[in-house]
């Protein structure tokens, strides 16, 4: 990964952001140290040795410490002892509580206007718009990526980043996505002022000195993040934790590899490794790279015969990716093992195989509905060491959201709601908010799989795409060729769930499960993807399946979690070959009946389950076509119209 000089120019030369803005070439060495210590005044060095960091990371931390003017600069190490000061700094402050009922458990509430990924705030900055959206109709908005012409990121940063950090603390965090110094791995360094930001990210990321070593002569991810505001603070802070909602900007510069966030200290919005540099920014590196990043889980499956097989699956936000990954099967001899629950950086290796690594150290998933019926080994991931953020809280001192109801030893126990009112199981309303999350360690995960840290990934074999459909889509089918496989994963689209700012549930288009996270071209990324298709390959085959489709009495047909088991148990029995027990529809090859294992199952209606309804698809056809023509374009790849254009015609067959 290395950065084109020609790109490091400012963006004009007025205003004093701007002038703060530039970054010094690479070969003004000579200068560096003069001009470095200038930059940082007498902003003093808190805590770490700022004269042994590499001299490219002295000029990035000097140059922000100018523009954003923090109190101090604390270089975080992501020790145990670092973080232990940092939580009771925090508890002192109310930020933070513990939870009693466990091992260094913790709570924090959010300011509610602060709950979630702003998808609608989030901004890619090219020069050339058409590098970050399609060409678009006339008239139509992108809604795969938005883009914001350099000179208006000027204007917007010009306008929030001078000065946001006064009075406050700038932690600088060096991160490795990926294991440390691994040959898929990639270093990053976040400077914010949120310390709830650090401890996340030491769960999430690999936070530890190794990783200035690591970076050697490669570059780093540049992440800044504020949460927007400075002391003395003018407004009423809520639930000790700042934030500036009306304010808010998530803008990528993937050229630059530089990312700046203002004004949430919320998930996605603020943890900079994760969506920001693991998806939007890396997608930009995997392209030109020749490799892949993708909102997937990773699980290893092991079949009562004692033989693996290794999945990914994209599922848009809140759609189940963490349950599949930790699934505990129902049908007898298998075994699921973790190794990644929300991103898969995946390479093909010389032996022609797609490599897959969880590029993350932690789970920050979505708590209601997580309870050891649905999925215990996350129950058991987050018993310590781990941070629940806008769940409720029982009087015992336990966690408690919407899910968990029959698994608290005392049902009448009072609860204080994520909104900090009293609350009890019956009462109208809901206790945790639906975004709320916990974030645990992943080696905490009793099934992570003993190869989640193998810096060359785990072999790939088969790609899941999915979301939530009430209606029309069977539970699972094989599609047709990894040119159909793509075609399908364009036009993926799930019911809206509250990861993102949209309410209601809508079923909205969510290609890839990228929507939110497409960090360029969304043609062009189609086009990788076939491209990434040749004879010496093994290319993964391709499904998709369906845990959420409903009855006429708006009651899901398919029990899900553990059970979902049967369904990987066809999928890789297809994967090994087996011809007889598909069936061939127009959308691709659906189980034949009965050969998915239902023992032990009560009744299931498998006709509604499986059934792909001619008046649904035929009808879909024609939203799929609008949808690709109006989004994409003439970005969208031939093979992939062709795909379309076949599928229609299938469909009018049925
Ligand atoms: P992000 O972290 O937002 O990317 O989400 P995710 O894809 O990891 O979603 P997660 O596994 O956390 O699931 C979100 C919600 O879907 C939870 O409330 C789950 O209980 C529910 N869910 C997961 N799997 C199933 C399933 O098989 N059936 C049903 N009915 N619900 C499920
Ligand atoms: C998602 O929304 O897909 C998440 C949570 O995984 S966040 O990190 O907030 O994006
Ligand atoms: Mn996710």
């Known amino acids: 990964m290395s950065v084109d000089p020609n790109l490091l120019t400012p963006y004009k030369n007025t205003g004093a952001a701007n002038a703060s803005l530039r970054q010094i070439s690479e070969d003004a060495f000579y200068v560096v140290n ?61 930020m933070l509580s513990k939870l009693e009922a466990y091992e260094n458990n913790y709570i924090c509430r959010t300011d509610p206007k602060d709950v979630a990924r702003v998808e609608s705030k989030t901004w890619m900055v090219t020069k050339n718009k058409y590098d970050t959206v399609t060409h678009t109709k006339e008239g139509v908005e992108p809604i795969m990526g938005h883009w914001l012409a350099p000179e208006d990121l000027a204007t917007e940063l010009d306008s929030r980043f001078p000065g946001c950090m006064a009075g406050r603390i700038m932690y600088v965090i060096p991160f490795s996505m990926g294991p440390v110094g691994g040959p898929l791995s990639k270093i990053g360094i976040q400077l914010t002022d949120s310390n709830y930001v650090v401890l996340s990210m030491r769960i999430m990321t690999r936070v530890n000195n190794d990783v200035w070593d690591a970076l050697g002569n490669q570059d780093f991810v540049r992440c800044i993040h504020s949460v ?12 000790h934790w700042p934030c500036n909602p009306e304010r808010v900007l998530i803008a990528h510069r993937p050229p630059e590899r530089e990312i700046w966030s203002f004004g949430s200290g919320y998930g996605g919005n603020s943890l900079l490794g994760k969506k920001c540099f693991a998806l939007r920014i890396a997608s930009n590196i995997a392209k030109d790279e020749g490799w892949m990043a993708e909102h997937m889980l990773i699980m290893g499956v092991t079949r009562p015969c004692g033989r693996e097989h290794f999945i990914a699956a994209a599922f848009p936000s809140a759609c189940g990716k963490t349950n599949l990954a930790m699934l505990e099967p129902t049908l007898p001899g298998w075994k699921v093992r973790c190794v990644g629950d929300d991103i898969a950086w995946m390479k093909f290796g010389e032996d022609g ?51 968990l109801e029959d698994e608290i030893a005392d049902k009448n126990v009072d609860i204080t709601t994520w909104l900090g009112e009293k609350w009890h199981i019956g ?60 075609f399908t994963g364009s036009c993926l689209k799930s019911e809206a769930t509250a990861a993102a700012e949209f309410t209601g549930k809508t079923v909205m288009h969510d290609p890839m499960a990228m929507r939110p996270f497409m960090g360029y071209n969304f043609g062009k990324y189609l086009q990788h993807w076939l491209d990434l298709k040749t004879d010496s390959r093994k290319m993964p085959k391709i499904y998709h399946v369906n845990w959420f489709r409903k009855d006429s009495n708006n009651k899901f047909l ?48 498998w006709d ?4 792909v309804p001619a008046d649904y698809w035929k009808q879909d056809a024609q939203e799929i076509r609008k949808f690709l023509d109006e989004q994409v374009g003439e970005d969208l790849p031939e093979p992939v119209r062709a795909e379309m254009d076949a599928q229609e015609k299938r469909v009018q067959t049925l």
């Open 228 to 239: 927007g505001l400075p002391r003395p603070v003018k407004q009423r802070v809520i639930n």
């Open 34 to 94: 003069e001009v470095v210590m200038k930059r940082l005044g007498h902003v003093p060095i808190l805590k770490g040795d700022f004269h042994l960091l590499p001299a490219k990371v002295q000029r990035f931390i000097a140059e922000k410490a100018e523009l954003m003017r923090p109190r101090g600069i604390f270089i975080c190490d992501g020790s145990q002892h670092e973080a232990d000061e940092l939580i009771d700094k925090l508890i002192e402050r109310g």
């Open 427 to 486: 009462e109208p309303g809901v206790a945790a908010h639906p975004n709320s999350r916990f974030a645990a360690p992943a080696n905490q995960c009793p099934i992570i799989h003993p190869d989640w840290e193998s810096p060359q990934g785990v072999p790939i074999e088969a790609i899941i795409f999915g979301g939530r459909r009430p209606q029309g889509v069977p539970l699972i089918y094989e599609t047709n060729s990894w040119e159909h496989g793509v």
């Open 558 to 605: 398919w029990p899900g979690f553990g059970d979902n088991i049967r369904v990987i148990d066809w999928i890789i029995r297809r994967l090994d070959g087996e011809q007889e027990i598909g069936v061939e529809t127009p959308i691709g090859t659906v189980p034949a009946k009965g050969s998915i294992n239902l023992e032990g199952l009560g009744e299931v209606n």
């Open 353 to 403: 195989r797609l490599y897959a690594i969880n590029p993350e150290a932690g789970f920050f998933g979505v708590a209601p509905g997580t309870s050891n019926k649905t999925n215990p080994m996350a129950v058991a991931t987050f018993q310590k060491n781990s941070i629940f953020t806008n769940v409720a809280e029982t009087a015992n001192g336990e966690y408690f959201w919407e899910g």
């Open 608 to 611: 509604e389950l499986m059934s």
